[in-house]
């Protein structure tokens, strides 16, 4: 446990600053080379690599729609039931987001309007690992669907002669997504930006990754024209706000969450109550015992704090400097303190909202800003498969109204061009 108010500036600072992200000059190369590869090879890149990073030799990169379609004849009931549950709530909270048209007359005979237009062409990276992520397909398709893009793309790895599990089918299925490729990493983002024999081009491509997706990303955002991404992302964090009145258990519990995303994780909790941060402590040692990421969590752990504050409102003012991805509140009177609240990704108001609600199936998007980026980013949401546009629409006395204004501002900015093309208009083409 430390104390906040006995720390000086120094140990303050460092106290919420996160773990440094580990993606180097040496990552940059590399994957300057896989992007040039693909660039040059197309598909024969991606097989190439799946050989070198997945241990994979196949010879097709596209799920067949048979394969979809039949997806959920492997899921247990219970699964498929699970997804199904998700993907509604998902789904009617991001219908609330669905945008409208706006039109305004601004002053006589002018008419301005700010209108909507989806992205084309999208693509949806989901991480490989220990386990599928049928969430993460999810928590993007839903998003895609809403919008009615032309063309989505899911990218996932493939390990050796593995298939992609069903669960991730099944969920892309919902989302009505039938381009999924079997290729992952840098490689894979490579080819949504750029386009292959098998992989469709894309306009923006979302998803969270490792510091070489990530590193792809940002080169690629940064070299081809009108390809955009979605955010930066650093590593998994979550802090807690909890007072005396909370539960120990579940505090320790939301911290441990986070912690066995990976070793570069951080969690932090703020309190006014010792005796309580104490009782947290020995719950996470408890906890930690039966969890079977133990070790990650562990060394996560230390990247970590348990602070005492003065105050719950000192709480707030640390939380908001941090700029948490995931915020918890488990204190007294949680839903009037909202208020409160600033710079961060989600927030989990009260005992009984854990992150994992948010992960999975209460119908928030879990794709967040890490990194203290939710002080400047937002959480993933439908605008993010839009694009807005304005338009103008003016009438010949609306137009000699407006020169008013126009030619006096042309004329100050030495802008001759922008004035005549006003004035030979109100006079008569002359």
């Not at 067949?64 to 009931?77: G, K, M, R, V, Y």
């Not at 998003?143 to 992609?164: F, M, N, W, Y």
Request: aromatic fraction near 6%; glycine fraction near 6%; charged fraction near 20%.
């Amino acid at each position: 446990m430390l104390v906040w108010n006995q720390l000086d500036q120094q140990a303050q600072l460092k106290l919420l600053t996160r773990p440094a992200v580990s993606a180097g000059a040496g990552v940059q190369i590399a994957v300057e080379g896989i992007i040039e590869e693909v660039r040059q090879k197309g598909d024969k890149a991606l097989f190439e690599m799946a050989e070198q990073f997945d241990n994979r030799q196949s010879d097709r990169l596209r799920v067949t729609e048979d394969e979809i379609a039949q997806s959920e004849l492997q899921l247990s009931s219970e699964l498929k039931n699970a997804i199904d549950q998700a993907y509604n709530n998902i789904r009617a909270f991001h219908e609330l987001q669905l945008p409208e048209s706006k039109m305004l007359e601004t002053q006589s005979g002018v008419v301005c309007e700010l209108k909507y237009q989806a992205i084309d062409a999208v693509g949806i990276y989901v991480p490989g690992g220990s386990a599928p992520l049928p969430s993460s397909v999810l928590m993007q398709g839903v998003c895609a669907q809403l919008s009615g893009a032309k063309t989505v793309v899911l990218a996932t790895p493939v390990k050796g002669d593995e298939r992609i599990h069903p669960a991730i089918l099944y969920a892309a299925k919902k989302c009505d997504i039938n381009i999924i490729v079997e290729s992952g990493g840098a490689g894979v983002i490579a080819a949504m930006a750029l386009g292959t024999e098998s992989v469709p081009k894309v306009d923006k491509v979302f998803g969270p990754g490792n510091a070489f997706v990530t590193m792809a990303k940002q080169l690629l955002s940064q070299s081809v024209p009108g390809f955009a991404i979605d955010m930066p992302a650093g590593p998994s964090e979550v802090l807690v706000i909890a007072d005396e009145h909370a539960n120990p258990a579940f505090a320790a519990a939301d911290l441990l969450s986070q912690a066995e995303h990976g070793a570069d994780s951080q969690v932090l909790l703020l309190c006014d109550s010792a005796s309580f941060i104490n009782e947290v402590e020995a719950e996470i040692t408890r906890q930690l015992a039966v969890l079977s990421r133990a070790d990650i969590a562990k060394k996560a752990m230390e990247n970590s704090a348990l602070i005492l504050v003065e105050s719950i409102e000192q709480a707030f003012e640390l939380s908001a400097e941090y700029g948490p991805e995931h915020l918890i509140l488990q204190i007294r009177d949680a839903q009037s303190r909202i208020d409160l609240v600033k710079n961060a990704g989600s927030v989990f108001v009260g005992d009984y909202t854990p992150e994992s609600a948010g992960d999975y199936a209460s119908g928030t998007n879990h794709v967040l800003p890490t990194y203290g980026y939710s002080k400047t980013y937002s959480s993933l949401n439908l605008m993010d498969f839009f694009r807005t546009y304005t338009v103008q629409s003016i009438t010949k006395q609306g137009l000699l109204n407006l020169s008013k204004a126009i030619l006096p501002l042309a004329e100050a900015e030495g802008l001759d061009a922008h004035a005549n093309a006003v004035a030979i208009r109100i006079n008569g083409g002359k």
